[in-house]
């Protein structure tokens, strides 16, 4: 988080992540395609030639004073594949929330527990009890025949406290749903940290 | 609300408050390194990429998109540097181009700094400057003005939620 006092900006960090092929980029690539262009900036996106994130996707967007205070939300992604640990950690960094991707296929169990350890371990790594981060779970691809119902996907992954919000990213729905309550659990938490400071 | 002039900074587990005073010192720091180098363009970026100021010869780009590069650049250097054991606080990348050069210099903890100057500035003296202003502004945003207050948004929890969603259904196209 950083507030510029002069140009009265809160500006905030949210990040996408979760396992490998779970939607993240579909997330924002909707973002991109259903706000005023007048509020968002371009879609940056480092990508492999096989069309996969190399390094992360960005966008920000700019909401009405709050306040007085303008709100602007830089929303990230994370690569999913395993082997791009260091480049999730580097994305986390000063993350101020996070939406955890979850794929709702009952094969990608597993990989949704893997995603969410990785984020729990990095998080850590920069003493930030993931606790105390504002997390909602995004339970995606709920098309899918068998998907996880999103309490199901809590209880794996023991997130009773933490919003879950059921979406079929490709289609745009839950993509604004999960975005309004990242956003408000952010803003919230920046509230209540600045009460206690 | 109260006064921004009289607000203390949010111990928060990342980012930084900027104060006008520190705005002011800041500007006044990179006007300097613009005029001494002299550079073409200048940025400063927040480390988790947000734009803090830019001076200088806009191009096309889209600045808040360059930030997001430029902080993400610097980072994944910083991070090779760490694996190879060759990591030093105020990393510096130099990028050589055919008619400018560019660098990206950590600020301290907090802040990148991009600079873009053109082939006929000696690198050895950008380098020096770029420097000198990096560790200039790594100070500035350490030192907290000493007659700051209480940041508070002042609305309740249920307030704020319906300003962020009339914010968010503002924007939103469908």
Redesign the interface.
């Given at each position: 988080?950083?507030?510029?006092?002069?140009?009265?900006e809160l500006?905030l960090?949210i990040v996408y992540y979760g396992p490998a092929l779970s939607g993240k980029t579909t997330n924002l690539e909707q973002i991109h395609a259903?706000?005023?262009p007048a509020?968002?900036?371009?879609l940056?996106s480092?990508k492999t030639h096989e069309d996969r994130t190399l390094?992360?996707d960005?966008l920000?967007?700019?909401?009405?004073k709050?306040?007085?205070?303008t709100?602007?939300i830089?929303l990230?992604t994370v690569p999913g594949q395993s082997y791009y640990e260091?480049?999730r950690?580097?994305?986390l960094?000063?993350?101020?929330g996070v939406v955890f991707v979850a794929d709702s296929s009952p094969e990608c169990v597993n990989a949704n527990m893997m995603a969410w350890q990785d984020l729990e371990s990095h998080l850590a790594s920069?003493?930030?009890p993931i606790e105390?981060l504002p997390i909602v779970l995004q339970c995606n691809k709920q098309d899918l025949m068998g998907a996880l119902p999103p309490p199901h996907i809590k209880q794996i992954l023991h997130l009773a406290a933490v919003p879950a919000i059921p979406a079929v990213a490709m289609q745009g729905d839950g993509v604004?749903d999960t975005?309004?309550t990242i956003?408000?659990g952010v803003?919230?938490y920046?509230?209540h940290?600045?009460?206690f400071? | 609300?109260t006064n921004?002039?009289m607000?203390?900074?949010?111990?928060?587990?990342?980012?930084?408050?900027?104060?006008?005073s520190q705005?002011?010192a800041i500007d006044r720091i990179l006007n300097d390194l613009m005029q001494k180098s002299p550079a073409e363009f200048i940025l400063l970026a927040?480390?988790?990429?947000?734009i803090?100021a830019a001076l200088g010869e806009r191009t096309t780009a889209?600045l808040?998109?360059l930030s997001?590069?430029v902080v993400?650049d610097l980072?994944?250097s910083q991070?090779i540097a760490r694996?190879t054991g060759q990591y030093q606080n105020y990393q510096l990348i130099l990028r050589e181009g055919p008619q400018t050069n560019t660098f990206i210099a950590e600020a301290g903890a907090h802040m990148v700094l991009f600079v873009r100057v053109s082939r006929e500035v000696p690198l050895g003296w950008a380098r020096l400057l770029i420097h000198e202003t990096s560790r200039q502004l790594a100070d500035i945003v350490s030192a907290v003005p000493e007659d700051v207050g209480?940041?508070?948004?002042?609305?309740s929890?249920e307030t704020?939620?319906t300003?962020?969603?009339?914010?968010?259904d503002?924007?939103?196209?469908?």
């Open positions: 988080m950083q507030i510029n006092w002069q140009l009265r500006n960090k259903r706000v005023d509020h968002r900036s371009d940056v480092l390094y992360f960005f920000q967007l700019e909401l009405g709050i306040n007085n205070l709100p602007k830089h990230y260091a480049s950690r580097l994305v960094r000063g993350a101020d920069f003493d930030m105390r604004f975005l309004k956003t408000r803003i919230a920046v509230q940290q600045a009460a400071a | 609300m921004p002039e607000q203390s900074p949010i111990n928060l587990p990342s980012g930084i408050t900027l104060y006008p705005d002011k927040e480390a988790s990429g947000q803090l889209d808040v998109a997001s590069l993400g980072a994944a991070e694996l209480k940041l508070d948004l002042g609305l929890e704020l939620s300003l962020v969603d009339d914010g968010f503002s924007i939103w196209k469908g």
